[in-house]
């Protein structure tokens, strides 16, 4: 797997215009893909983010550059979704954020995955 720093290294923020007011950001990124580490078939999928900003916001195309950078990773469901919210996390410093994963069926079974910050467990 990839050096996580690099991956990282892709994503750029700006300054959130309303600092002080709680709002809700949301991204849906419908062209996700990966690479099943089992079988090297091509995974499919959703990625939603659903995030309040502190400081600063995500820039949009560096989230899109950042998430087709897994396009050849071999990386499990459950371990990609919470590597994304790890790296967002990391570069974002959002309040609060939820990341969503939609995987396209295959073998008549589908997945969604679904980590939050801080964790609500």
């Given at each position: ?39 090297g078939?091509?995974?499919y999928?959703t ?57 396209t069926?295959?073998?008549g ?13």
């Amino acid at each position: 797997m990839s050096d996580t720093a690099s991956f990282r290294d892709t994503l750029e923020v700006f300054e959130n215009p309303a600092p002080t007011r709680n709002f809700t950001i949301e991204h849906h990124c419908p062209e996700f893909t990966s690479v099943c580490p089992k079988t090297g078939q091509p995974d499919y999928g959703t990625i939603v983010f659903t995030y309040v900003p502190d400081r600063v916001c995500v820039e949009l195309k560096s989230l899109k550059m950042y998430l087709q950078k897994f396009r050849n990773e071999g990386i499990f469901y459950e371990q990609v979704t919470n590597r994304i919210l790890d790296d967002f996390v990391a570069v974002v410093q959002p309040r609060k954020v939820t990341v969503e994963s939609k995987w396209t069926p295959r073998g008549g079974l589908n997945s969604n995955i679904i980590v939050t910050y801080p964790d609500e467990a």
